[in-house]
């Protein structure tokens, strides 16, 4: 299975809870990490895992399958994909294109423009929300990313900056969960509409929020309520994810006594190694872009040291 490792902590990728599992949390409490676990926990939102659902709440233009757009290019994805990592999504440039990537369950999509935002929102009473983590991913080819940058609220210009998307969030809020509802909710943005929107957090960036804000986030699915202490600061320092991408699935060779060097060495200066691969495991256990594997990813705080690790540890897998 996947290794997650960090500084203080070696953990089985899928246990309930995952990074998660380093801290104290109530047995009879459940944390969602992943949309699998979201479609079990809230059958009641449901709904939102189909992206059709939430395109039009975003007055995105789309179609199933087997119909054709007015003007290309658009985007070809699964209606409901609970395994994320852009798997059998394309982007279609003309009706040929179409034609040879339909799938049967599918959907196209309007092309959206402008910067890509991951905002993970803390939410009290379903309609309170209580912070705004969010992160940019800056794309590279095969909708995937070449990195995070991430905890950008603590930005000096952030609320301004962000202000049409707060009030954006704020109303689907109010108008689409319910007051019971306590816990994390994550919005996808790109330019000023909503792509994605999941009853969970974005585990890949916990370690980055910080352990204090993730204990809080904790106590909050445990008791139901906000209880960010007046005194406590959360201005954690921005940090960027930078994953680790390869050409395609195959079984690697790894040089473990390379890669051991360089967990050892880097592991201090780093808030997460991830590694994805692990040789037990089949090209069917893996969730992947089209013609893309991703190996892992590293969390820290200076983005050029990041990518220097980032080609370090891929020389071990060959």
Known sequence: MPIMIDQDHVQDAES?????????????????????????????????????????????????????????????????NLEGMAMETYLIK????????????????????????????????????????????????????????????????????????????????????????????????????????QFRMSWQFLSIYGDKIVRNIIKLYEEGKWTKPSFQSFNQEEGYSVPMWLDGYKKFEIDQEKLDEVLRNKMGKTTEIHIDYDPKLKKSDYFNPPKAFRLGFINCQDLTYGFEIAKQIKECFS
């Open 94 to 197: 003309n009706e040929k294109e179409l034609r040879e990537h339909y799938r049967p369950g599918s959907a196209w999509f309007e092309l959206c423009e402008g910067p890509h935002y991951s905002i993970d929102v803390v939410v009290e009473g379903g309609h309170h929300p209580k912070m705004f983590l969010t992160s940019e991913g800056i794309p590279c080819d095969g909708f995937k990313f070449k990195y995070w940058h991430c905890n950008l609220q603590n930005q000096q210009n952030y609320d301004t900056k962000f202000f049409s998307k707060h009030k954006q969030i704020l109303n689907w809020l109010e108008s689409n969960v319910d007051t019971d509802f306590n816990g994390v909710i994550n919005f996808e943005i790109i330019g000023d509409k909503i792509i994605e929107v």
């Open 16 to 80: 309930d809870l995952g990074w998660l599992s380093k801290f104290e949390v109530a047995e009879d409490v459940n944390i969602p990490i992943c949309d699998r676990h979201c479609y079990e926990l809230y059958p009641q939102y449901r709904k939102w895992f189909d992206k059709t659902v939430v395109a039009t709440e975003s007055k995105i233009k789309w179609g199933y399958a087997g119909t054709y757009p007015e003007s290309y290019p658009v985007i070809l994805k699964p209606i409901v």
